[in-house]
């Protein structure tokens, strides 16, 4: 089965051909870091105007790229929400007036799990139940996942993401937006042990979130410290990481230990940062446990996770609808 998979809901215009929802025949990501960067932030109002001028180029770009002609897409998968209701508009109507016109069925999919499918992209993926970590700038959740589509919520984040607390910080020491990448490569250069950043653990058995508590600690930490020297911002970056960190592979591993599993996944954006992977796969070892993380051109927002998302509802029966719509947040 060949689906074509759409993705807007935030700043990027994404599309792809999945065959059978694991084999990637083409993956197109147009981002717009560069429109949004100068306002240290996504603006919803000018990213639906960039995904109508890209949705049309970017779909074109991933039909050809797949060698499919467009009779032979079995059905469309677009992202149905969470995200900027504006934004997620633009692919949804597309998807469902691109189905209509070649007489296919098409179905929205949750954008959370499109994340979660990501590690079924990859040559290895983890065999079910597993624990998934979902690690985004809009969302940190942590899954029991039972199948492609079926997944217990365990905890989430109380107020900031894990990707928004990277952001936020990396506006905090002036080095732009989006900051998970910015701040993971400065990172490297640092002592993460020279400042001690607090982490929030909440209940150190549950698997709820807070990152709002750290992003203020690094806010203080730097006006107390005016006189210190750009060189010290490395550290800073290190000691910030690593708290993040460290409270995600404990929670992870954790929540896998409670319900049995030996496998983890770790999903979304801030699944690309390398202290992450290392952290989570070193602690994860020390415990018999396996970990799948997609690579990095699937840990970000893409249109392969969806397609791959929707290959699995279509096949438990479901479609949508021409009355179906967009929703901004959780239901
Ligand atoms: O999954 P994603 O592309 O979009 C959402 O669904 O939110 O995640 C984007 C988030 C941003 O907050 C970005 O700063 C973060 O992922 N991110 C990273 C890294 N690369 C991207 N965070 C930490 N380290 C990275 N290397
Ligand atoms: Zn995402």
Not at 297 to 319: P, Q, R, T, V
Request: net charge negative; with cysteine.
């Amino acid at each position: 089965m060949i689906i074509l998979g759409i993705e807007t809901s935030c700043d990027e215009t994404a599309a792809a051909v999945v065959a059978d929802g694991t084999r990637i025949l083409s993956s197109v990501v147009a981002s717009q870091i560069e429109v949004h960067h100068r306002y240290g932030g996504v603006v919803p109002e000018l990213a639906s105007r960039k995904h109508i001028e890209a949705m049309v180029p970017v779909v074109a770009e991933a039909l050809s790229a797949s060698g499919v002609d467009k009779r032979d897409i079995d059905a469309v998968a677009v992202t149905q929400g969470p995200g900027l209701v504006g934004a997620l508009l633009i692919g949804f109507s597309f998807a469902k007036a691109y189905a209509f016109t070649l007489g296919i069925p098409w179905i929205g999919v949750n954008h959370l799990v499109g994340h979660v499918n990501s590690v079924f992209l990859d040559p290895d993926p983890p065999p079910f139940p597993f624990t998934a970590l979902l690690a985004s700038g809009g969302h940190t959740s942590v899954y029991h996942v039972t199948s492609h589509i079926e997944m217990e919520l365990m905890g989430q984040t109380r107020d900031d993401a894990a990707g928004e607390a990277f952001d936020k910080v990396a506006k905090v020491l002036g080095l732009g937006y989006p900051g998970g990448g910015i701040i993971g490569r400065l990172a490297q250069q640092g002592d993460p042990k020279k400042i001690r950043f607090p982490r929030t653990y909440l209940d150190k058995s549950r698997f709820d979130f807070s990152f709002s508590g750290i992003k203020t600690a690094v806010n203080r930490y730097v006006q107390t410290h005016p006189d210190e020297s750009p060189d010290q911002i490395p550290d800073i970056a290190a000691g910030f990481q690593e708290a993040v960190v460290e409270v995600l592979s404990h929670k992870i591993i954790r929540a896998a230990m409670e319900r049995g599993c030996s496998h983890i996944a770790i999903v979304g954006g801030v699944a690309a940062n390398t202290r992450l992977r290392e952290k989570v796969r070193q602690d994860a070892a020390a415990r018999g446990i396996a970990v799948s993380i997609p690579p990095l051109n699937l840990c970000g927002d893409n249109a392969a996770m969806i397609a791959a998302a929707g290959y699995h509802c279509l096949k438990a029966g479901e479609a949508s609808d021409g009355d179906a719509d967009v929703f901004s947040r959780l239901r």
